[in-house]
């Protein structure tokens, strides 16, 4: 019965995926964008994108299928020629270490007393695992790649050391900084940078295994600032103090960022919106079930058929997309509120929890989700965004095995490279099924625009309106002189059609490979991007389009839209 139900399922799955691919763009729809230029409702960091390393071992399994393999910090290949290339790209990409598994690590310091051993599979233990340990030799090696790769390094430190488990799940205690603070020495005395320290991860609030009180984390705050001010005194480049590095809660962060104004630079909150990455049906077996899903558990066997879980559903879903929208706002009202002067971070964001879901977190369909992010984070002034992760999992922006890129990293890099610190407001009449960001451009004095299409059936032809006095200016070919067009009103006015026939735009359309949205291979501009033999990151060129047109968005698809010609206030404000 259990294989019949599993069979079912999976053509349930092939249906919904060839749903897409068979869909015809009959429809079409007229739609406008209106971007406010006066002035940036945000302002992000140059290197917003950043990605996240993790400690799992090849034994974290989640409903009997291990997803992580060599991917964990003590174990991930450093010498793979792509895996190199693919953090070079973005020059730099921000990359935090960290984790469930951090507030388990030890450093294996002069002043470590325990055997330095990996961790141990143990489903007593919380988290599942033993304690772990980082041998010194291991941490010379990955600073020897980040500093090869141009990577800014944020670490996430052991905030369980010293405290009890008490009854009611509360960690009692002050942090015992002993061994963080002799491993933040002995990298200082190697000379490695560290971009910021981050002090626990899921902690706060409720917690995740066990929690910490508001208070008492505003204390162990103040003491790694009181330590990087002591080790960093002869040191130029000061590292951010970053915590809590868990999920929003009102109540805790309001208590939290009142308490730590005078010690705290950066204040972190994780995003798993869509739920887990697998939800399973499981029945009791006591026989070999061959290669069907199982896994143990209190020396019982469990054969687990997977159940339909609408996470393709969620992903292009614009009510669940906007729903997280109440933790951005909020975060960002109680900074706004108080006289901390820290920035907003998200500092882990897998989407689905339990190590996400093969072939849709690594697919083409989870960038209209993490674009989408990218996009609401922006635009209630988050500084940077932490992928979950840059490898392992089944959300990695590279394959686990291979590193190959998955669709997300070239999202991910196309964000970096043509979206700019300042964040305009924006919105689109027409239907509720496209999602729409602009920010002013990265390499140009105009703007880029981010229209998402959640429709399946459905060619939206975007056309702009500002709210704001903008510029159109076109170059002469000869480059020796050229004309600025201006349109002086404060009114809602439509991008003129006929005033320069040669103003053009540069386009990036990413679609799914053959229309399945459940494909691990993206194109631009309807060519599949891939590295060559030798791990070359492809460049990722453009469409020019006459600026009069409107923008077609084809159904399921995103558009990247830069205008270096349209000009508007809120671009020359700088950041």
Not at 305 to 315: A, C, M, P, R
């Amino acid at each position: 019965m259990g294989f019949c139900f599993w069979v079912c399922f999976i053509s349930v799955l092939n249906f919904y995926s060839l749903s897409f691919v068979c869909s015809q763009a009959d429809a079409s729809a007229e739609g406008t964008v209106f971007i406010d230029g006066k002035a940036p409702i945000g302002r992000i960091d140059d290197d917003f994108i950043c990605a996240t390393l993790d400690w799992w071992p090849p034994e974290k399994c989640d409903y009997g299928t291990c997803s992580w393999g060599l991917a964990g910090l003590l174990n991930l290949d450093l010498n793979k020629n792509l895996f190199l290339n693919a953090v070079k790209a973005f020059s730099p990409l921000k990359i935090r270490l960290g984790g469930t598994l951090q507030d388990k690590v030890i450093y294996d310091t002069d002043d470590n007393q325990l055997p330095c051993t990996s961790f141990v599979k143990n489903t007593s233990e919380m988290f599942g695992f033993t304690q772990g340990c980082l041998p010194m030799n291991r941490w010379d090696d990955l600073n020897s790649f980040f500093q090869k790769a141009g990577a800014k390094v944020i670490f996430g430190l052991n905030a369980l050391a010293g405290r009890n488990i008490a009854s009611d799940g509360l960690a009692v205690g002050a942090w015992n900084y002993t061994n963080a603070e002799s491993f933040m020495q002995y990298t200082v005395d190697k000379n490695y940078t560290i971009h910021g320290w981050e002090l626990g991860n899921e902690l706060c609030g409720s917690g995740v295994g066990t929690r910490v009180s508001a208070d008492q984390y505003a204390a162990d705050t103040a003491a790694l600032q009181s330590i990087v001010q002591k080790i960093y005194q002869n040191v130029d480049l000061k590292p951010l103090i970053i915590t809590p590095g868990g999920f929003y809660d009102s109540d805790w962060f309001t208590e939290y960022i009142d308490k730590t104004t005078k010690s705290l630079d950066v204040v972190t909150h994780h995003i798993y919106n869509l739920g887990p990455g697998m939800v399973p049906m499981c029945i009791i077996q006591y026989r070999s079930l061959g290669h069907e899903r199982r896994f143990e558990l209190d020396n019982r066997v469990f054969l687990c058929v997977g159940v339909d879980d609408h996470l393709v559903e969620k992903i292009l879903d614009p009510s669940v997309l906007e729903g997280v929208s109440g933790t951005f706002s909020g975060l960002h009202n109680i900074i706004k509120n108080s006289t901390t002067s820290a920035a907003a971070w998200v500092g882990e964001a897998g989407g689905a929890y339990n190590s996400g879901h093969n072939l849709v977190t690594n697919a083409f369909v989870f960038s209209f989700w993490y674009l989408d992010q990218l996009g609401m984070a922006s635009k209630y002034d988050t500084k940077t965004y932490c992928r979950q992760s840059l490898v392992g999992g089944n959300y990695g922006l590279l394959n686990t095995t291979n590193f190959q890129p998955n669709p997300d990293y070239y999202s991910a890099l196309l964000w970096h490279r043509l979206m700019g610190r300042n964040v305009l407001s924006t919105s689109f009449t027409g239907t509720d099924k496209i999602r729409s960001y602009t920010h002013c451009a990265k390499q140009s004095k105009g703007i880029t625009l981010l229209l998402i299409n959640l429709n399946n059936s459905t060619t939206v032809q975007a056309k702009l309106a500002f709210n704001s006095t903008m510029s159109l200016r076109h170059k002469h070919r000869s480059r020796i002189s050229h004309h600025k067009h201006r349109i002086h009103k404060t009114t809602i006015v439509k991008l003129p059609q006929g005033i320069d026939g040669k103003i053009r735009r540069e386009e990036y359309h990413l679609t799914a490979k053959d229309g399945n949205l459940q494909s691990q291979s993206m194109l631009l501009n309807g060519n599949i991007l891939s590295v060559n033999s030798s791990g070359i990151i492809p460049h990722l060129e453009p469409l020019h389009v006459k600026s009069a047109k409107p923008i077609m968005v084809a159904p399921l698809s995103i558009v990247f839209s830069h205008m270096p010609d349209v000009t508007v206030p809120a671009c020359k404000v700088q950041p």
